[in-house]
């Protein structure tokens, strides 16, 4: 027995932007996996590490609020 899929020229670059997109993200994963255990080895939960192509910066948050939209 034969399945058929009939797909639109959209569907399939949808397919194919998600499968490079899957790709980054597991790339992305495995890159960060250090940093994350030295984040829980070493600080506590209001800590982050901000990376830019210049910098690592470990910050922490003192105070933080949620600014909800009350209209």
């Not at 994350?36 to 590490?49: A, F, G, K, Q």
């Not at 192509?53 to 609020?65: H, I, K, P, Q």
């Amino acid at each position: 027995m034969t399945c058929t899929i009939n797909r639109t020229k959209r569907e399939v670059k949808e397919v194919k932007t998600f499968s490079k997109f899957k790709n980054k993200q597991d790339e992305l994963e495995e890159l960060a996996k250090p940093l994350v255990e030295y984040l829980r080895d070493n600080c506590h939960p209001y800590t982050s590490i901000v990376i830019t192509d210049e910098r690592v910066a470990v910050v922490e948050t003192a105070l933080s609020v949620p600014m909800l939209n009350t209209d």
